[in-house]
């Protein structure tokens, strides 16, 4: 098993390239099973999440090639059944029932896992199907999802869901009839992915809004579709320049979906220029205590939570954190803890007191996330810092030590040592 060892105290500099979303280039290629034929992704991040989905649709019978740039031939999808052994370890492998109920009538999807980090039931993509026509049966651990036509139907969430909204989006592009989505989710990979689904032939407005709407067609070509840039990637390496005190330039940004990371990474005293897709970040004195509430989107994702806590364990006075998305997403705070951070957790909410300095030592990931804020930690860190279990980095972040030794980072990936 891999760790990664940071040696503290390097200022960034540079420019760094922000590689491809994932959670936008999971749900695409998902989107490829609506139809036959060769569909062609571009700007695909090497991570084990999207090798996950690449085995997945090679289990289903599709051809699957290449990196960054996939081609994949769905021509001759031969089972209907995504089991457990790969849907386990990526929450995105549900993603495939919507295309394959929609495409075949049928699917067998199993529940599905990924980071530890709360409960995320998929009750609501259920009721969704059963209001569009499907029958939906739960048996050991498996979703049996049947129907003979697929129809239009309003779906009105009870929160907003990425995974429901994209389910039912893929899904509603071939039912008969109107679907619409109310309370739906507002990310920006969900308006990567009506993109991709539009050119395909798909009818949907409204993406990017809580009420979107989806003309069932009656059938779609080949997708042809460039991947956008991951905001969550670009946020962290905006982290990675503060902490150090650096001055980078980050490229392939997706500045204008980053208003609320950039807003609050300011607020803390980082300088930010904004360029068409490129952000100049540095800091100039101190770091500054503040105020992080998570939100669905337009508000400040809980997937930088993490990150922008390990920049506020350095910051002037107490600064708070509520995470109101997952229930338990502070599980990275014992280990910044035994960095020297001093965080104290009630029920929903880190208080922060910043520190003068962290100091390395050796600490465990617990998720994706976790990672790469005990990563940022050990940066900023007097001493060695090694991070131990960083499967978890590898699900998310494409080659992210690699970035930030191009930074001039003191860091490297070793095998564990074995106690």
Do not use: W
């Not at 290449?66 to 370890?89: H, N, R």
């Not at 060695?384 to 960083?390: C, D, G, K, L, Q």
């Amino acid at each position: 098993m891999d760790c990664i060892v940071v040696q503290g105290g390097k200022k960034l500099s540079g420019e760094v390239t922000v590689s491809g979303a994932k959670n936008s280039a999971l749900a695409i290629m998902a989107a490829t099973l609506l139809t036959g034929g060769t569909h062609r992704i571009a700007g695909v991040p090497a991570l084990r999440d999207i090798t996950t989905m690449k085995r997945l649709l090679g289990h289903l019978g599709a051809g699957v090639e290449g990196s960054d740039q996939l081609e994949i031939v769905t021509d001759a999808i031969e089972t209907f059944e995504a089991p457990y052994d790969l849907v386990k370890t990526m929450r995105a492998s549900f993603l495939v029932l919507g295309p394959l109920v929609a495409r075949f009538g049928r699917a067998v999807v199993s529940l599905p896992g990924g980071c530890a980090i709360g409960v995320r039931p998929v009750d609501m993509h259920i009721k969704a199907f059963e209001a569009m026509g499907v029958t939906v049966a739960i048996d050991k651990g498996y979703v049996h999802a049947a129907c003979d036509e697929l129809k239009g139907a309003r779906i009105l969430f009870d929160m907003p869901t990425v995974g429901g909204t994209e389910n039912i989006m893929m899904a509603a592009t071939l039912a008969k009839g109107t679907t619409v989505i109310e309370n739906a989710a507002r990310e920006p990979e969900i308006v990567d992915l009506a993109c991709a689904l539009r050119n395909m032939g798909a009818r949907i407005e409204g993406d990017g809004t809580d009420r979107i709407t989806i003309q069932g067609v009656r059938e779609l070509t080949p997708l042809s579709h460039t991947v956008m840039p991951d905001r969550i990637e670009a946020g962290t390496l905006m982290v990675a320049a503060g902490i150090t005190g650096g001055t980078v330039v980050i490229k392939n940004c997706p500045v204008p979906v980053m208003g609320s990371t950039i807003d609050k990474l300011r607020e803390i005293g980082l300088i930010i220029e904004e360029g068409q897709n490129e952000l100049r970040v540095s800091r100039n004195g101190a770091l500054r205590h503040v105020e992080v509430t998570t939100n669905p989107h337009p508000g400040f994702p809980t997937d930088m939570q993490a990150q922008i806590m390990a920049l506020l364990t350095l910051a002037d006075g107490t600064s708070i954190i509520r995470e109101t998305i997952f229930e338990n997403r502070f599980i990275h705070v014992a280990e910044l803890d035994r960095m020297g951070a001093n965080i104290k957790v009630e029920h929903d909410t880190a208080i922060i007191a910043g520190a003068q300095t962290l100091q390395g030592t050796t600490v465990m990931a617990t998720d994706l996330r976790a990672s790469a804020s005990l990563i940022l930690a050990g940066l900023a860190a007097q001493g060695t810092t090694v991070v131990s279990r960083v499967y978890h980095l590898d699900r998310g972040y494409d080659r992210l030590e690699k970035k930030l030794q191009g930074l001039g980072a003191d860091i490297h990936r070793e095998k564990e040592k074995q106690q």
